[in-house]
Structures are given as C-alpha cells and as structure tokens.
C-alpha cells in the first residue's frame, strides 16, 4: 500500500489434549453451561502476518491466562520501518501502542469510539490530529503521543456504526482518510489465515496430539511452518502466473502437497526438482475468482452466543457493489476535553 508492507498482528487459541501437565501448565477457559470449565486446556497464541501473501513471519505462544496484547508485545521486535500494522480493536493500550510505534513501522488500529480523542487540529480529508495517554496520566494528559483519527461509517446511508482509526501517518496526503479506512478492512487477512492453519492443516475441531506442554507448543510451530512452506508454493505460483496471491487457492495447494508427498517424491532425490516444477503447475492451473466485494451480519445461528440470533432475514443480505466509506470527520466524534487549535 503506497510503499508499506502490510502486516497484521492478531491471537487465537488451540485445543490441547486434557492432561494434568497441559490443565496445570495452559489453563482452561471457563464456560457458561452447566459446567466450570471447558473440556480441555488451551494454548494462546499472538502471530504477525503479511496480509498479501498470508505468511506468517512471527508467532509466540503460552498460557490462556496470558493476554493476547502481551505476547503479541514480544513479537514487535520483528517489525521494521517500511511496515504498516494493522490491528484490532482488542489490542489497545497506550504501552502496547507506544511499544509498535518505536520499531519504526507505522500503525493503523481500531479503537472502541468511548476512547478519549479530543481533536487537536481538523484536516483537510475529513480527519484529525489527536493524542492518547497511558490511563495513569489521562487526567493531566501528561506524555501524549500524537495520532491521527479517522472516523466513518460503511453504510450507503452513512447512518451505521461509526468506525475509528488512529494512526501514526499523520499527513494526510500520504494516505488520505478515505483510502485508510478502507484499507482497514485488510486485516481481515490474518483472520483467513489463522482459519488456514487451523480449520484446513489442523482439521476442523482440530485437538493437538502432545500430551505435555513443550510438546504442544513443538506442534504449534511446526503447523506454522508447515503453513508457511505452502504459501511460499502459493507465492511462487502467483509470480509465475503474475497473478494476485488472492487467486491461489490454498486449499487445492494443500491437495497437490499432500498428493505428492504420499507419491514420495523426493526419493530418489533426482526427482524433487521434477515434483516441484509439476506441484506449481497444478497449483496455478485452476486459479480462484477474483474476489467479490461482501457483506455479512455478524449473527450466529447457535442460540448460546455473544451474538444475535440468526434469523430469515439475515439469509440473503445486500451484496456491495462498490467499496463503500462514508468519511465522518470530527463532527460525529464523541470525545470528551475537545479542543481545536
């Protein structure tokens, strides 16, 4: 995006087999229907990934009782200038924010719209310089770091959720508001991809096999870079093809891989350099549409959820025919303290 490699950080969580050394060691989550405690522990992980070629390029694993903001804080040393992270609303945090920023790559995250932003000066695109504080000086506001605030909405009315962005790209003619708010969605990139090593490697419902914690974590990594080897593949075919990564489909790659390594081959080794000019060849040989623009209401069809219910009405919504951000500007905010300078 004008010059930045985009990249994500974003958490999930891992299954692991219910021993006492795993219990003790991850934890279990807490559940809320008729019983304490989940059925088994669970692994959190924090990763950073690009989100054009979906390679994961850095990942740190622990406890469940570890906050996803921390570990994902322990993966910023692999962050360089030239970057653009995008990230969202959940890792907030003066600290967190301030820790990014000091690598040298630029940020873009979402935060809730109670976040105190008060408007400094109004910009010619529809944003707003502002600053944010650690909660332990927000009453003397001491020790600001400067952002900037993007606000919009993504319905064709402009009457839906208003979305915030701050960022460290504080001119806005290097990245004008409307085409940072739309370059937001991106981050849903790593979302595919932690749902590419979980759901299509792992398996659905996927349950690692250690029995005791290092091992578990062994079995992480080596999902990571087993993910990481097929989207190389994915990669090379999109060059050689000279088309978008986004048109590889990964779970066709993951097919060819696994046909071949069942085919053995690499044995004898003279045949590896054939098996591979062939893997590419079927990968790029049928290549995924180009994606639709789309839009989905976030319900769940299970009663027992944080979301609403799934109803007939939710089965067929209006598909987008246009990348549609309605700039809101400092007009809408809600930011208490506000000034304008």
């Known amino acids: 995006y004008r010059g930045w490699r985009l990249v994500a950080v974003d958490g999930t969580t891992f299954d692991v087999p219910d021993t006492e050394a795993n219990a003790a060691f991850f934890g279990r989550p807490g559940v809320s229907r008729g019983q304490e405690k989940s059925a088994y522990p669970q692994v959190r992980l924090a990763a950073l990934a690009e989100c054009g070629t979906h390679a994961v390029f850095a990942a740190e694993a622990g406890p469940l009782a570890v906050h996803e903001t921390e570990l994902a804080q322990r993966l910023f040393g692999s962050l360089t200038p030239g970057m653009l992270l995008l990230a969202d609303r959940g890792f907030r945090g003066f600290d967190l924010w301030r820790a990014a920023a000091a690598t040298g790559a630029d940020l873009l995250w979402r935060v809730k719209n ?6 400094r000066t109004l910009l010619e695109d529809g944003s707003y310089l502002s600053e944010i504080v650690a909660a332990r000086d927000k009453n003397r506001r001491a020790d600001p770091a400067r952002v900037r605030v993007i606000e919009y909405t993504l319905g064709r009315d402009g009457s839906d959720t208003v979305y915030r962005l701050i960022t460290t790209i504080l001119d ?27 759901t ?3 398996g659905p419902r996927l349950v690692l096999r250690s029995q005791h914690p290092r091992g578990a974590e062994q079995e992480i990594f080596a999902f990571l870079l087993v993910h990481h080897a097929l989207r190389d593949l994915m990669h090379q075919a999109a060059h050689q093809s000279e088309q978008d ?9 993951l097919r060819v891989v696994r046909r071949h390594v069942t085919d053995q081959a690499a044995f004898p080794p003279s045949r590896l350099a054939r098996a591979l000019v062939t893997a590419l060849h079927e990968i790029r040989e049928r290549l995924l549409s180009p994606r639709r623009l789309r839009s989905s209401p976030r319900v769940i069809k299970r009663k027992m959820s944080n979301w609403k219910l799934k109803r007939a009405e939710h089965h067929n919504p209006p598909r987008p025919d246009t990348p549609y951000v309605t700039l809101v500007g400092a007009t809408k905010a809600r930011p208490t303290h506000r000034k304008t300078t």
Do not use: M, N, Y
């Open 172 to 198: 806005p003619k290097a990245a004008p508001a409307a085409s940072l708010a739309a370059l937001a969605a991106q981050r849903w990139e790593i979302e595919s991809t932690l749902d590419e090593i979980k």
């Open 200 to 202: 299509h490697l792992g």
């Open 245 to 253: 990564p986004d048109r590889i489909s990964f779970t066709r790659t």
């Open 114 to 119: 109670d976040a105190v932003l008060p408007v």
